[in-house]
């Protein structure tokens, strides 16, 4: 089946830096990768995702690009702000004979430092 | 438009016990999916279910089990409760089977 690694498992930056977090996924089938975040005692909301037949999409501060050869995706997220701390997931989806399967990373806690 | 909405937040069972979740669609989407979530770790896919049938499933034990109804809601049922269960439990709805999930609050569960 599919495994979805993430990298790093913390990030700590100076506010108005850029935080990175990748993805790695095993199953060329994958086809569609969001990401959300989830603040502490709060839902996974997300924030950006990206379709297979698209290399990178952005939503103002936050951008996702996905290289499909390589079988990785990154969440870049720009000038940041104490508000993005959080926990960040990536997932990656499946489609099956058998139906939808759907796999997330182990996550990264982000801190910004005002 | 309403939001996802589970029930209920908290529960604590003892081991052995059998456990209801349940979950109610943003409005107008088909198809649920339920997750679980261990302190400190990413959701876990349970199933999901499309339309009132399970369409596709994680690795999980057939002591977990569900039901979607018509009006598209659904539940979560796990069977011989065993410690290891405890855990957040989400559920996230979409319009169609493949598109964008959004999760609903959880309902945490306790196993002692």
């Known amino acids: 089946g599919e495994n979805v690694e993430q990298h790093p498992s913390t990030l700590s930056v100076q506010e108005g830096d850029s935080a990175v977090i990748k993805c790695t996924y095993s199953?060329?089938?994958?086809?569609?990768f969001p990401w959300y975040k989830q603040e502490l005692g709060k839902r996974p909301q997300l924030i950006i995702d990206i379709r297979s037949n698209v290399g990178e999409k952005k939503d103002q501060r936050i951008a996702v690009t996905l290289n499909k050869t390589a079988k990785h995706f990154s969440l870049h997220i720009t000038e940041t702000q104490p508000e993005d701390s959080a926990v960040y997931f990536c997932?990656?989806?499946?489609?099956?004979?058998?139906?939808?399967?759907?796999?997330f990373g182990t996550g990264t806690s982000l801190t910004v430092i005002p | 438009e309403t939001g996802v909405t589970q029930s209920p937040t908290h529960l604590i069972k003892t081991r052995g016990q059998q456990v209801t979740l349940r979950c109610s669609s943003q409005s107008g989407h088909n198809t649920v999916s339920w997750y679980q979530q261990a302190l400190g770790q990413g959701p876990q896919f349970i199933f999901q279910y499309y339309r009132e049938e399970e369409n596709g499933r994680g690795n999980f034990p057939p002591r977990f089990s569900g039901l979607q109804f018509p009006n598209y809601s659904s539940e979560l049922n796990v069977n011989a409760l065993e410690l290891d269960d405890s855990a957040l439990y989400l559920c996230?709805?979409?319009?169609?089977?493949?598109?964008?999930?959004?999760f609903g609050p959880g309902t945490r569960l306790l196993v002692l």
């Open positions: 997932a990656a989806t499946t489609n099956k004979n058998t139906g939808n399967q759907f796999y």
């Open positions: 199953d060329s089938a994958s086809n569609y």
């Open positions: 996230a709805s979409s319009l169609y089977s493949s598109e964008t999930q959004y």
